[in-house]
Nanobody, 128 residues
Framework: QVQLVESGGGSVQAGGSLTLSCAVSGLFSMKYCLGWFRQAPGKEREGVATIDRSGTTRYADSVKGRFSISRDYAKNALVLQMNSLKPEDTAMFYC??????????????????????WGQGTQVTVSS
């Protein structure tokens, strides 16, 4: 059974940092394309960052230069380092996994219907 469990969310002031982690079980995360998505109140869920098998990453324009996605091979986990947080980053953050992964733009998609497995989410609240 595949499970994705996010942690690390919380409340922080603008300009602060948080590190989100997604523990993956039931599949070997190194072989899968992984991503972070978020849903702000009253808005649709959107892609934040994705990573392919080679470690190539893709970021939403709104988080470029502030967020960093990476794999923790030792823990079979996905990490999202978030710096310089803004109030508009307030959202529920989800990690997701899609099929067996390769390298290149095809594997960095933000299309949510391509992701088979989803976590329950972790809340991030940024106050001004």
């Amino acid at each position: 059974q595949v499970q994705l469990v996010e942690s690390g969310g919380g409340s922080v002031q603008a300009g602060g940092s948080l590190t989100l982690s997604c523990a993956v079980s039931g599949l070997f995360s190194m072989k899968y394309c992984l991503g972070w998505f978020r849903q702000a109140p009253g808005k649709e869920r959107e892609g934040v960052a994705t990573i392919d098998r080679s470690g190539t990453t893709r970021y939403a324009d709104s988080v470029k230069g502030r967020f960093s996605i990476s794999r923790d091979y030792a823990k079979n986990a996905l990490v999202l380092q978030m710096n310089s947080l803004k109030p508009e980053d307030t959202a529920m953050f989800y990690c997701a996994a899609r099929g067996l992964c390769g390298s290149g733009s095809t594997y960095l998609s933000f299309l949510q219907n391509e992701y088979y497995y989803w976590g329950q989410g972790t809340q991030v609240t940024v106050s001004s």
